[in-house]
């Protein structure tokens, strides 16, 4: 182990020189090293004032009228198009609402059938075998549905599981437990080369690093806004429609707020055009209008996501080294690439006692989580985590670890 006082030296250089350190005041934190940013994101302080605004004054005194002046109705797909360029997206693609969970249902449903227009045989369904629980559970669910086989391979072996009977690929840009990151664009190109559509998950890269949405053609994406866009807990999540797919996007769940004419009340469904088709039910106000006043974060400061992403390839580089020069040699393993091109906005350390070491860390004032059986997860928001949270982290899990 090294002593720690040369890298501390260097982690308060590193803040000082840091173009993003500023944004740190806007969020609300104390003494904690929050390295959690990738399961919930830190509170923007002025969020509670303008919730505050709008349960009393929007809901309290003008109620029913908020929908129209206020701006509730048009919700959804304002606040999507807040998201659009955080996710590399031009205006009109991204609608707000429902949870991830949701939207993937939705998105692979709708890339299935397209497939299916499109030609005769495509009736299986790839899914990444190392992608989040619940997306391979809607997997399956929507594999039923659709008359489908559902086909788990893994982000490297779906160029060669591709064929002619591939209707939809389902992936994760970024790897939940290693936080590995997957190739998009190759991915992307691959999938339509095969004739099939692609869909993606970017709960853990939104907001963390760029993704290029238009640029690499992807169908359909979806994500959360928990996590680094900061939303609050069981803020709405979002589904991206490419604007060439949208007159084609056929919805499994054809709601009222996804119809032409959603005050008409018709007994049958007519789809309203462009992302709107996305939309369902009523959506959850409270909830949108706080994530919405959260990305003013993004706007206000100018923040680009080039600028995020470099800090955060920074911010975890530092953390791997640091990490390496505390630990007692083979106490840890870091399952994160080195490779930048293939690391998302976290580091994930293989450990054998891994929950009890994070219990233990929790109670010393670095927060990050664990995941079964054995993974250490540090989440690093460059938004709001600066060079000194980076080296306390890795000096507390080396007492942690040798205590």
Request: contains cysteine.
């Amino acid at each position: 182990m090294s002593e720690p006082t040369s890298l501390a030296g260097e982690a308060e250089k590193l803040d000082a020189a840091d173009g993003l350190a500023a944004l740190r005041e806007r969020f609300v934190l104390d003494d904690v090293t929050y390295l959690d940013g990738n399961s919930l994101g830190a509170l923007p302080a002025h969020v509670p004032a303008r919730v505050e605004d709008v349960v009393r004054r929007q809901w309290g005194e003008l109620r029913i009228r908020s929908w129209d002046e206020s701006g509730w109705w048009t919700a959804p797909e304002r606040v999507g198009d807040r998201i659009a360029p955080l996710v590399g997206a031009a205006a009109g693609q991204v609608v707000v609402g429902d949870s991830t969970s949701v939207n993937v249902f939705k998105a692979l449903v709708a890339a299935v059938r397209m497939a299916q227009e499109d030609g005769p045989g495509r009736n299986e369904i790839l899914v990444d075998a190392t992608t989040f629980p619940t997306d391979g559970y809607i997997a399956e669910s929507a594999a039923r549905m659709t008359g489908c086989a559902l086909r788990p391979v893994t982000p490297a072996e779906v160029p060669g599981a591709l064929g002619e009977r591939t209707a939809a690929v389902l992936l994760n840009h970024v790897d939940y437990r290693t936080g590995r990151l997957h190739d998009l664009p190759g991915l992307t190109a691959a999938v339509h080369a095969a004739g099939a559509y692609a869909v993606w998950d970017l709960c853990h890269s939104a907001g963390a690093l760029p993704v290029g949405l238009d640029e690499h053609g992807v169908d359909l994406a979806v994500g959360c806004t928990y996590k680094y866009l900061n939303g609050g807990p069981g803020s709405p999540a979002y589904l991206y429609v490419r604007r060439g797919l949208q007159a084609r996007f056929d919805s499994p769940l054809p709601g009222w707020n996804s119809h032409a004419e959603p005050f008409g009340m018709r007994s049958d469904y007519a789809p309203a055009s462009g992302a709107v088709r996305g939309r369902v039910g009523t959506p959850d106000i409270l909830s949108l209008l706080a994530l919405e006043a959260a990305l003013d974060v993004w706007d206000e400061a100018g923040v680009s996501v080039a600028a995020v992403r470099e800090k955060s390839l920074a911010l975890t580089d530092f953390f791997l080294r640091c990490v390496g020069a505390y630990v007692p040699d083979g106490r840890v393993e870091s399952v994160t690439p080195a490779a930048h091109a293939e690391r998302g906005s976290q580091v994930a350390l293989r450990c054998d006692d891994a929950g009890e070491v994070m219990k233990r860390l929790i109670e010393r004032g670095v927060v990050g989580d664990y995941r079964a059986p054995d993974v250490l997860r540090f989440g690093f928001t460059p938004l709001y985590v600066g060079f000194a949270d980076v080296e306390r982290a890795a000096r507390v899990l080396a007492r942690t670890l040798s205590g």
